[in-house]
């Protein structure tokens, strides 16, 4: 089997890119990106590419040299799947926030809107790949909805996970370390797998492709992103015994990391994991073991989150204690806000939880982000609902540089580790600052030595 047409619901982070670079990968094959949302579409259509709607390095270019001649952005989603062979599911799977599993488990309501409007509108046999993070045994759903409401063609359920990371989205998708996908063990199956490692094929080695059944590959995905968070959460935990120890966890982290069975990756300690995917896929995988009654399974799990969450209100805690136990009315600038650099999302980023605290306390907080808008970093927190539009307006405000930003502040706190602030002059902004000047470097981007020889009180992580 051949593919020449693919369809990807859901326009988002990996939707987009991930189709981008099969396009440009497979001059061959028409792919055709659709979203229910008009204004992503509408800004993935820009004609400008530097205004598409999501920041990837090298994305602009991409999308660039395929739009147009056989990658496509639409809202047409009824024609785009009834065109495709192949349709790829890129929806967003977010924490419940209500009903059963509130909180926990992954809300399947986009995979179920849109496994019936691919029933509905199927004529012809298609490939129905889950590319979105899905809890172990969702393609049983997905086939249940498509046998029952389709109109009597076949349909194949893959599972596809995306181990992209955002901020190196783009070479992650050129130079993946794997491509999983996992299908039925039947004939019709194996025809389908091998249609899309054909795909793949175009750009990545056949050895780094991967077969599996469904339900490994289904749980496979969930299981990258807790063995990834639990090092960040193990590495944190340890951060805190460094600081009351004289230990310094950079040290630790190097030391450990040298040994070839633990690896120098994911070992830097931090304000915490941010991110939309790491929090939610714990939280449903720890539901998922709940829910076969495996509670030290998923107590084990949730105490990634818990050592996560701890770590962010540590860091706002610290803040407040050194600044005399009271930050009422002082003004403290975030030095970024995105969960982490070289992205512009900012989901579930550490520095909104580390806001929230702060002006809970009644501090004045100004950021500067090199990639995020006023707005998203308002709605970010006014989506926790701790206190009015207004009040989060009044307490944040926002510059288009850090010089600007820092003026006048009694503090600075670096919360996301964008290259640019580490070229600072920051003779020039110790200069501009309340004194004495405290700094809180939530990435341990910044030389201690360096900057405490300017004057700064510094105060990194673990050490
Ligand atoms: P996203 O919110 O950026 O994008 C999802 C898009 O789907 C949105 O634009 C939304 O409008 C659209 N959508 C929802 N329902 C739709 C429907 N019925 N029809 C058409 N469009 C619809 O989400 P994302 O970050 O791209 O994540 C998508 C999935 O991929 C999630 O399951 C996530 O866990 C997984 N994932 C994300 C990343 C990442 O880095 N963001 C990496 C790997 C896997
Ligand atoms: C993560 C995984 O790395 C991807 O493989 C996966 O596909 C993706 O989740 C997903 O499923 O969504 P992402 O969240 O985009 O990717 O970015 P990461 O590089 O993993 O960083 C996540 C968070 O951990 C960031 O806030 C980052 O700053 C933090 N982090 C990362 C640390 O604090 N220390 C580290 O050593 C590494």
Redesign the pocket.
């Known amino acids: 089997m051949k593919i020449t047409k693919i369809c990807c619901i859901g326009a988002g982070y990996v939707g987009g890119p991930t189709m981008a670079v099969i396009a440009q990968k497979c001059p061959h094959i028409q792919v055709t990106v659709v979203d229910l949302n008009e204004q992503r579409i509408k800004d993935w259509n820009d004609p400008n590419t530097d205004n598409i709607p999501i920041y990837e390095p090298g994305l602009s270019q991409i999308v660039a040299e395929a739009r147009g001649r056989n990658l496509f952005f639409s809202t047409e989603v009824d024609k785009a799947i009834d065109e495709a062979q192949v349709i790829f599911i890129s929806v967003n799977t977010p924490t419940k926030t209500y009903g059963k599993g509130k909180g926990m488990a992954a809300d399947l309501k986009y995979i179920e809107l849109c496994a019936r409007q691919i029933a509905k509108v199927a004529k012809h046999n298609k490939i129905v790949v889950e590319k979105s ?1 899905l809890p172990v045994r969702t393609a049983e759903a997905i086939k249940s909805i498509l046998d029952n409401t389709g109109n009597g063609v076949q349909f194949q359920i893959l599972s596809n996970p ?6 190196t989205a783009v070479t992650d998708l050129l130079n993946p370390d794997r491509i999983l996908i996992g299908g039925d063990t039947t004939p019709e199956g194996e025809v389908a797998i091998n249609a899309l490692v054909d795909v793949y094929a175009n750009w990545v080695d056949k050895d780094k492709i991967l077969t599996t059944n469904v339900w490994s590959s289904e749980l496979s ?1 969930l299981t ?2 807790a063995f ?1 968070a639990q ?2 959460s193990s ?1 944190n935990a340890m951060s805190e015994l460094c600081e009351k120890t004289g230990a310094d966890v950079n040290e630790v982290a190097k030391a450990i990391g040298m040994d070839s069975r633990i690896g120098p ?6 304000v ?7 929090q939610k ?1 714990i939280l449903n995988l720890v539901y998922i073991a709940k829910s076969y009654g495996l509670n030290e399974v998923a107590d084990y799990w949730e105490q990634v989150i818990i050592m996560n969450d701890h770590q962010k209100r540590r860091f706002s805690n610290k803040i407040v204690q050194t600044l005399y136990n009271t930050v009422a009315d002082k003004k403290i600038t975030f030095l970024g806000w995105a ?2 650099k070289d ?1 512009n999302d900012t989901r579930e ?2 520095a909104i939880y580390v806001a929230d605290d702060l002006i809970n306390e009644q501090a004045k907080i100004s950021v500067y982000d090199p990639k995020v808008s006023r707005n998203k970093m308002l709605s970010d927190l006014d989506y926790l609902q701790t206190r009015s539009v207004e009040e989060n307006s009044n307490a944040l405000t926002i510059f288009d540089n850090a010089y600007e930003a820092s003026k006048g502040a009694h503090a600075i706190a670096i919360l996301t ?1 964008w290259d640019e602030f580490t070229t600072y002059d920051w003779h020039k902004i110790y200069d501009s600052m309340h004194k004495p000047a405290f700094l809180f470097d939530g990435r341990n981007i910044l030389d201690a030595k360096e900057v405490e020889s300017i004057g700064f009180i510094y105060k990194g992580i673990g050490s």
């Open positions: 993070t995306e181990f992209l990371a955002e901020g995905k990258a992103n990834l090092r960040i590495i990756k994911f070992l830097k300690a931090s915490g994991f941010g991110g939309s995917c790491f896929d969960f982490k992205t980023s550490a580790e």
